[in-house]
């Protein structure tokens, strides 16, 4: 089982920036997929960017590609959501999750392990 904590979340302004991180608690972080997802009030959650067990392969939702940057650390057990050009639209609450099985896909059903997500609103 793996830990993941979220933190970075905040209130910024219409074309700001944030930057979230998840730290994961086992040394075996290398074997998972990693990824990130966000949910609003009254809405599902809603898949954002995912990166593989390496990092060679990574994935954004059309929503997001060319704004966000999902990267990794296996060294350090952290994986990053750098969020540029922020939109009122992208307010929610950012869950980081692990897939054991290593598909980085966007389908929350396949992840396993979930942190306790990070709040980000963006004002307009």
């Known amino acids: 089982q793996v830990q993941l904590v979220e933190s970075g979340g905040g209130l910024v302004q219409a074309g700001g920036s944030l930057r979230l991180s998840c730290a994961a608690s086992?040394?075996?972080?290398?074997?998972?997929?990693m990824g990130w997802f966000r949910q609003a009030p009254g809405k599902e959650r809603e898949f954002v960017a995912a990166?593989?067990?390496?990092?060679?392969?990574?994935f954004y939702a059309d929503s997001v590609k060319g704004r966000f940057t999902i990267s990794r650390d296996n060294a350090k057990n952290t994986v990053s959501l750098q969020m540029n050009s922020l939109k009122p639209e992208d307010t929610a609450n950012y869950y980081c999750?692990?897939?054991?099985?290593?598909?980085?896909?966007?389908?929350?059903?396949?992840?396993?392990?979930w942190g306790q997500g990070t709040q980000v609103t963006v004002s307009s």
């Open positions: 999750a692990a897939d054991e099985k290593g598909l980085a896909t966007p389908d929350h059903r396949e992840y396993d392990y």
């Open positions: 086992r040394r075996t972080f290398s074997t998972y997929a």
């Open positions: 990166i593989s067990r390496s990092g060679r392969n990574i």
